[in-house]
Protein backbone atom coordinates (compact mmCIF):
# COMPACT_ATOMS: atom_id res chain seq x y z
CA UNK A 1 0.00 0.00 0.00
CA UNK A 2 2.87 2.44 0.39
CA UNK A 3 4.44 1.38 -2.38
CA UNK A 4 1.31 2.48 -4.39
CA UNK A 5 0.69 5.89 -2.20
CA UNK A 6 4.17 6.62 -3.09
CA UNK A 7 3.83 5.90 -6.76
CA UNK A 8 0.62 8.37 -7.14
CA UNK A 9 3.12 11.06 -4.91
CA UNK A 10 5.37 10.67 -8.14
CA UNK A 11 3.08 10.82 -10.55
CA UNK A 12 1.21 14.09 -9.16
CA UNK A 13 4.10 15.86 -8.92
CA UNK A 14 5.34 15.27 -12.39
CA UNK A 15 1.96 16.06 -13.50
CA UNK A 16 2.11 19.54 -11.78
CA UNK A 17 5.28 20.26 -13.78
CA UNK A 18 3.45 19.83 -17.01
CA UNK A 19 3.53 23.27 -18.08
CA UNK A 20 0.79 24.41 -21.15
CA UNK A 21 3.62 24.78 -23.67
CA UNK A 22 4.98 21.47 -22.84
CA UNK A 23 1.16 20.19 -24.12
CA UNK A 24 1.65 21.99 -27.00
CA UNK A 25 4.36 20.57 -27.81
CA UNK A 26 3.33 17.29 -27.62
CA UNK A 27 -0.24 18.47 -29.51
CA UNK A 28 2.30 19.24 -32.52
CA UNK A 29 4.65 16.52 -32.57
CA UNK A 30 1.75 14.25 -32.68
CA UNK A 31 0.18 16.04 -35.46
CA UNK A 32 2.78 15.80 -37.41
CA UNK A 33 3.86 12.25 -36.48
CA UNK A 34 -0.11 11.21 -37.59
CA UNK A 35 0.87 13.06 -40.73
CA UNK A 36 3.96 11.45 -41.53
CA UNK A 37 1.80 7.88 -41.07
CA UNK A 38 -0.72 9.31 -43.67
CA UNK A 39 1.85 9.67 -45.85
CA UNK A 40 3.69 6.23 -45.95
CA UNK A 41 -0.26 4.72 -45.70
CA UNK A 42 -0.61 6.99 -49.06
CA UNK A 43 2.51 5.73 -51.14
CA UNK A 44 4.78 2.95 -51.09
CA UNK A 45 6.71 4.43 -47.90
CA UNK A 46 6.11 1.45 -46.12
CA UNK A 47 8.74 -0.79 -48.07
CA UNK A 48 11.21 2.20 -47.51
CA UNK A 49 10.90 2.92 -44.75
CA UNK A 50 11.49 -1.00 -43.48
CA UNK A 51 14.57 -0.41 -45.41
CA UNK A 52 15.30 2.42 -43.65
CA UNK A 53 14.61 0.65 -40.54
CA UNK A 54 17.31 -2.53 -41.41
CA UNK A 55 19.84 0.39 -42.46
CA UNK A 56 19.82 1.93 -38.89
CA UNK A 57 20.11 -1.52 -37.44
CA UNK A 58 22.90 -2.11 -39.81
CA UNK A 59 24.68 1.11 -38.62
CA UNK A 60 24.11 0.40 -34.92
CA UNK A 61 25.09 -2.94 -35.24
CA UNK A 62 28.21 -2.26 -37.12
CA UNK A 63 29.25 0.11 -34.54
CA UNK A 64 28.81 -2.12 -31.53
CA UNK A 65 30.99 -4.86 -33.17
CA UNK A 66 33.59 -2.15 -34.62
CA UNK A 67 33.54 -3.03 -37.98
CA UNK A 68 34.97 0.06 -39.06
CA UNK A 69 34.98 -0.52 -42.31
CA UNK A 70 31.16 -1.04 -42.95
CA UNK A 71 30.53 1.61 -40.17
CA UNK A 72 32.50 4.10 -42.39
CA UNK A 73 30.46 3.51 -45.63
CA UNK A 74 27.00 3.69 -43.56
CA UNK A 75 27.80 6.56 -42.04
CA UNK A 76 29.07 8.12 -45.71
CA UNK A 77 25.37 6.84 -47.15
CA UNK A 78 23.69 8.60 -43.98
CA UNK A 79 24.73 11.66 -45.11
CA UNK A 80 23.19 11.52 -48.25
CA UNK A 81 20.26 10.17 -46.53
CA UNK A 82 18.42 13.03 -46.21
CA UNK A 83 18.83 14.62 -49.64
CA UNK A 84 17.88 11.04 -51.07
CA UNK A 85 14.39 10.58 -49.10
CA UNK A 86 13.62 14.31 -50.04
CA UNK A 87 14.26 13.41 -54.12
CA UNK A 88 12.08 9.43 -53.43
CA UNK A 89 9.47 11.69 -51.65
CA UNK A 90 9.21 14.54 -53.55
CA UNK A 91 5.89 14.36 -55.06
CA UNK A 92 4.25 13.87 -51.81
CA UNK A 93 6.11 16.23 -50.16
CA UNK A 94 4.84 18.75 -53.13
CA UNK A 95 1.32 17.55 -52.86
CA UNK A 96 1.52 18.06 -48.57
CA UNK A 97 3.05 21.76 -48.87
CA UNK A 98 0.16 22.21 -51.73
CA UNK A 99 -2.66 21.15 -49.04
CA UNK A 100 -1.61 22.79 -46.41
CA UNK A 101 -1.85 26.09 -48.15
CA UNK A 102 -4.91 25.70 -49.78
CA UNK A 103 -8.22 27.66 -48.67
CA UNK A 104 -9.58 24.00 -47.02
CA UNK A 105 -7.38 24.87 -44.34
CA UNK A 106 -7.72 28.34 -43.99
CA UNK A 107 -10.08 28.64 -40.51
CA UNK A 108 -8.41 25.71 -39.06
CA UNK A 109 -11.15 23.31 -40.67
CA UNK A 110 -14.29 25.75 -39.75
CA UNK A 111 -15.07 25.65 -43.20
CA UNK A 112 -13.91 22.76 -44.72
CA UNK A 113 -16.79 20.62 -44.11
CA UNK A 114 -19.28 22.51 -45.39
CA UNK A 115 -17.10 23.29 -48.61
CA UNK A 116 -16.21 19.50 -49.03
CA UNK A 117 -19.91 18.52 -48.59
CA UNK A 118 -20.77 20.84 -50.94
CA UNK A 119 -18.12 19.91 -53.87
CA UNK A 120 -19.12 16.29 -53.36
CA UNK A 121 -22.82 17.14 -53.89
CA UNK A 122 -22.05 18.63 -56.75
CA UNK A 123 -19.65 15.69 -57.77
CA UNK A 124 -22.18 13.45 -56.90
CA UNK A 125 -25.01 15.33 -58.95
CA UNK A 126 -22.97 15.16 -62.32
CA UNK A 127 -22.03 11.58 -61.56
CA UNK A 128 -25.53 10.84 -62.14
CA UNK A 129 -26.16 12.85 -64.31
CA UNK A 130 -23.41 11.62 -66.47
CA UNK A 131 -24.29 7.54 -65.99
CA UNK A 132 -27.99 8.26 -66.85
CA UNK A 133 -26.50 9.06 -70.45
CA UNK A 134 -24.07 7.01 -70.95
CA UNK A 135 -26.70 4.15 -69.65
CA UNK A 136 -28.91 4.90 -72.30
CA UNK A 137 -26.51 5.17 -75.06
CA UNK A 138 -24.60 2.15 -73.24
CA UNK A 139 -20.96 3.20 -72.71
CA UNK A 140 -18.98 1.40 -70.53
CA UNK A 141 -18.33 3.37 -67.15
CA UNK A 142 -15.92 2.91 -63.80
CA UNK A 143 -16.28 5.74 -61.09
CA UNK A 144 -14.39 5.17 -58.54
CA UNK A 145 -15.17 7.33 -55.00
CA UNK A 146 -12.22 7.41 -52.94
CA UNK A 147 -13.09 7.45 -48.79
CA UNK A 148 -10.73 6.99 -45.82
CA UNK A 149 -8.28 4.29 -48.10
CA UNK A 150 -6.62 6.64 -50.00
CA UNK A 151 -5.43 5.69 -53.78
CA UNK A 152 -2.15 7.13 -54.69
CA UNK A 153 -0.84 4.17 -55.69
CA UNK A 154 -3.75 3.27 -58.10
CA UNK A 155 -3.67 6.94 -59.43
CA UNK A 156 -0.14 6.51 -60.68
CA UNK A 157 -0.88 3.60 -62.68
CA UNK A 158 -3.43 6.13 -64.87
CA UNK A 159 -3.01 9.26 -65.93
CA UNK A 160 -3.04 12.41 -62.87
CA UNK A 161 -5.44 15.52 -62.79
CA UNK A 162 -7.45 17.86 -60.89
CA UNK A 163 -10.49 18.52 -62.64
CA UNK A 164 -13.91 19.82 -61.06
CA UNK A 165 -16.32 16.76 -61.64
CA UNK A 166 -18.29 17.14 -64.46
CA UNK A 167 -20.67 15.36 -67.01
CA UNK A 168 -18.82 16.73 -69.99
CA UNK A 169 -15.45 15.65 -68.71
CA UNK A 170 -16.87 11.84 -67.86
CA UNK A 171 -18.69 11.21 -70.95
CA UNK A 172 -15.20 12.59 -72.69
CA UNK A 173 -13.65 9.93 -70.71
CA UNK A 174 -15.32 7.45 -70.73
CA UNK A 175 -15.98 7.83 -75.28
CA UNK A 176 -15.58 4.93 -76.83
CA UNK A 177 -12.80 5.86 -79.17
CA UNK A 178 -11.04 7.98 -75.68
CA UNK A 179 -7.42 6.73 -74.56
CA UNK A 180 -8.55 6.21 -71.16
CA UNK A 181 -11.90 4.74 -71.42
CA UNK A 182 -11.05 1.31 -70.39
CA UNK A 183 -9.95 2.38 -67.47
CA UNK A 184 -11.35 3.76 -63.75
CA UNK A 185 -11.84 7.51 -62.75
CA UNK A 186 -10.67 8.20 -58.92
CA UNK A 187 -12.97 11.18 -57.17
CA UNK A 188 -11.55 12.21 -54.01
CA UNK A 189 -13.29 14.61 -52.20
CA UNK A 190 -15.38 15.83 -55.31
CA UNK A 191 -12.51 16.48 -57.48
CA UNK A 192 -11.25 13.75 -60.36
CA UNK A 193 -8.04 12.54 -59.38
CA UNK A 194 -6.93 10.27 -61.78
CA UNK A 195 -8.56 8.93 -65.35
CA UNK A 196 -7.44 5.52 -67.09
CA UNK A 197 -6.57 3.90 -64.03
CA UNK A 198 -6.15 0.27 -63.39
CA UNK A 199 -8.17 -1.57 -60.71
CA UNK A 200 -7.72 -4.62 -59.01
CA UNK A 201 -9.52 -7.71 -60.13
CA UNK A 202 -12.31 -9.39 -57.91
CA UNK A 203 -10.76 -12.74 -56.83
CA UNK A 204 -14.39 -14.24 -55.84
CA UNK A 205 -14.88 -17.29 -57.65
CA UNK A 206 -18.67 -17.13 -56.93
CA UNK A 207 -19.56 -14.07 -58.96
CA UNK A 208 -21.88 -14.27 -61.58
CA UNK A 209 -20.43 -15.47 -65.13
CA UNK A 210 -22.23 -12.68 -66.76
CA UNK A 211 -19.85 -9.93 -64.82
CA UNK A 212 -17.57 -8.86 -67.54
CA UNK A 213 -13.94 -7.54 -66.65
CA UNK A 214 -15.40 -4.29 -65.38
CA UNK A 215 -17.71 -4.88 -63.35
CA UNK A 216 -15.06 -7.83 -61.82
CA UNK A 217 -12.61 -4.48 -61.17
CA UNK A 218 -15.24 -2.52 -59.64
CA UNK A 219 -16.09 -5.30 -56.84
CA UNK A 220 -12.24 -5.98 -56.60
CA UNK A 221 -11.88 -2.42 -56.13
CA UNK A 222 -14.68 -2.05 -53.53
CA UNK A 223 -13.40 -5.60 -51.79
CA UNK A 224 -9.44 -4.41 -51.58
CA UNK A 225 -11.13 -0.29 -49.95
CA UNK A 226 -13.60 1.34 -48.69
CA UNK A 227 -14.36 2.59 -52.16
CA UNK A 228 -17.65 3.40 -53.50
CA UNK A 229 -17.56 2.16 -57.15
CA UNK A 230 -20.23 3.11 -59.91
CA UNK A 231 -20.33 0.81 -62.73
CA UNK A 232 -22.44 1.38 -66.31
CA UNK A 233 -22.21 -1.56 -68.35
CA UNK A 234 -21.18 -1.58 -71.84
CA UNK A 235 -23.63 -4.51 -72.89
CA UNK A 236 -26.52 -3.81 -70.93
CA UNK A 237 -26.26 0.14 -69.81
CA UNK A 238 -27.54 -1.17 -66.27
CA UNK A 239 -25.99 0.55 -63.40
CA UNK A 240 -24.75 -0.59 -60.62
CA UNK A 241 -22.57 0.40 -57.45
CA UNK A 242 -20.13 -1.91 -55.77
CA UNK A 243 -19.20 -1.11 -51.82
CA UNK A 244 -17.67 -3.99 -49.67
CA UNK A 245 -17.56 -6.69 -52.29
CA UNK A 246 -21.41 -6.64 -52.89
CA UNK A 247 -22.61 -5.45 -55.93
CA UNK A 248 -25.85 -3.92 -56.21
CA UNK A 249 -27.54 -3.69 -59.34
CA UNK A 250 -29.90 -2.66 -62.14
CA UNK A 251 -30.19 0.83 -60.28
CA UNK A 252 -32.86 3.54 -61.49
CA UNK A 253 -31.12 7.38 -61.45
CA UNK A 254 -32.63 8.38 -58.60
CA UNK A 255 -31.56 5.21 -56.40
CA UNK A 256 -28.14 5.79 -57.57
CA UNK A 257 -28.18 9.45 -56.30
CA UNK A 258 -29.64 8.70 -53.05
CA UNK A 259 -27.34 5.55 -52.85
CA UNK A 260 -24.61 7.77 -53.26
CA UNK A 261 -25.30 10.58 -51.40
CA UNK A 262 -26.22 8.25 -48.16
CA UNK A 263 -22.04 6.49 -48.40
CA UNK A 264 -20.74 10.05 -49.51
CA UNK A 265 -22.18 13.13 -47.65
CA UNK A 266 -22.20 13.81 -43.84
CA UNK A 267 -25.47 12.50 -42.57
CA UNK A 268 -25.95 15.83 -41.38
CA UNK A 269 -25.66 17.07 -44.63
CA UNK A 270 -27.51 13.97 -45.99
CA UNK A 271 -30.60 15.03 -43.83
CA UNK A 272 -31.10 18.64 -44.32
CA UNK A 273 -31.06 17.70 -47.97
CA UNK A 274 -33.96 15.66 -47.69
CA UNK A 275 -35.77 18.44 -45.48
CA UNK A 276 -34.92 20.58 -48.09
CA UNK A 277 -36.31 18.06 -50.92
CA UNK A 278 -39.61 17.46 -48.86
CA UNK A 279 -39.86 21.67 -48.04
CA UNK A 280 -39.71 22.31 -52.15
CA UNK A 281 -42.13 19.45 -52.94
CA UNK A 282 -45.12 20.94 -50.52
CA UNK A 283 -44.35 24.56 -52.01
CA UNK A 284 -44.70 22.91 -55.26
CA UNK A 285 -48.18 20.96 -53.83
CA UNK A 286 -46.58 17.39 -55.01
CA UNK A 287 -46.89 14.45 -52.56
CA UNK A 288 -44.43 13.63 -50.18
CA UNK A 289 -45.06 9.51 -50.21
CA UNK A 290 -42.17 7.66 -50.70
CA UNK A 291 -39.33 9.43 -49.33
Known amino acids: MEMITNLLAVVVRFLMTIKIADILDITIMAYLVY ?17 LL ?4 ALWLSTIFKLNGIN ?14 IILFQP ?19 FSKEQKAGTMEHAIGQTVLACTEMSKSRTGVLIVFEREILLDDLVRSGTVLDAAVSNELLKNIFFVKAPMHDGAVIIRQGRVLGAGCMLPLSKNVNLSRDLGMRHRAGIGMSENSDAVVVIVSEETGSIS ?14 TLENLLRNELLP ?14 RRKDGGSDDGE
Open 241 to 254: VAIGGMLKRHLMPE
Open 267 to 280: QESAETDKRKIRLF
Open 92 to 110: EIRRILEQVGSSRFAGFGL
Open 35 to 51: QLLKLVKSTKAASLLKG
Open 72 to 85: FILNRMMELGILAL
Open 54 to 57: VFLM
